[in-house]
């Protein structure tokens, strides 16, 4: 998503104005989008959520599957408009972005300077003429820190289903496009390891508020006939 993501810096972004858009072309080629765990409600009306895992940092991660194909984001339509009604929050973030500093528990804000939403002459200051940051600094500050402790807790949740052995590998196959297709490479919750837990243990879940992402996640699945529809006629994206 980000091709040259440099520290925001009062120095280097003096000048520089961030526009509003809608324009999502830079998303169209993403086929997944990471949610986190309070996304899951919303999201799962639409997209097939869906775990991945993360053999660097040895975790999974939950995402949206946005296509069936690796390149192909069937909800950026060809004037670079999002069709889905819920967009997903790392998608509406960009082009700023935090990344972590070399001090423990300390993050910075970043830009991807290549975005097309950064500009010399239109759109809304990142600073004003004294060099502090502004308003646009300010709301991204908050909504990054928001993300961020949105991203701890949906660790915390993937990091429950591994531990209770609840990930099982998703082998599907649909029929896309006159052609059929197996949907693979992904995790998905085991349903009935989670129907044999004990009342303890399903007390548990419950009282770590993961019931509902739990049952959101499991509905999203019949949004795979979605996608496969949606390679047929792109019009189903609007059918929701």
């Not at 280097?12 to 526009?19: E, P, T």
């Amino acid at each position: 998503m980000f091709d040259q993501l440099v520290p925001v810096n009062k120095e280097r972004h003096a000048g520089k104005k961030v526009r509003a858009s809608n324009d999502f072309h830079f998303a169209s080629k993403f086929h997944v989008a990471y949610v986190t765990v309070h996304e899951f409600a919303r999201a799962a009306a639409i997209y097939p959520l869906v775990f991945l895992e993360d053999k660097v940092n040895d975790a999974f991660r939950p995402v949206a599957l946005m296509g069936l194909d690796a390149g192909e984001n069937l909800f950026v339509d060809s004037e670079g408009q999002w069709t889905g009604s819920y967009i997903p929050a790392i998608i509406r973030r960009y082009p700023f972005a935090l990344t972590k500093a070399a001090e423990a528990d300390r993050y910075i804000v970043c830009v991807d300077e290549a975005s097309d939403l950064l500009s010399d002459t239109e759109g809304a200051p990142m600073f004003d003429e004294q060099g502090n940051p502004t308003q646009v600094i300010e709301n991204v500050k908050r909504y990054l820190g928001e993300l961020q402790q949105m991203d701890t807790m949906t660790h915390e949740f993937s990091n429950f289903l591994v531990h209770n052995n609840l990930l099982t590998p998703l082998n599907m196959r649909v029929n896309a496009a006159n052609k059929v297709r197996n949907i693979t490479g992904c995790y998905v919750i085991n349903e009935e390891r989670l129907n044999n837990f004990s009342d303890a243990k399903f007390v548990e879940i419950r009282q770590k508020g993961y019931l509902p992402a739990i049952y959101a996640h499991l509905i999203s699945l019949s949004q795979i006939e979605r996608l496969a529809s949606m390679k047929k006629s792109p019009a189903a994206a609007l059918v929701e």
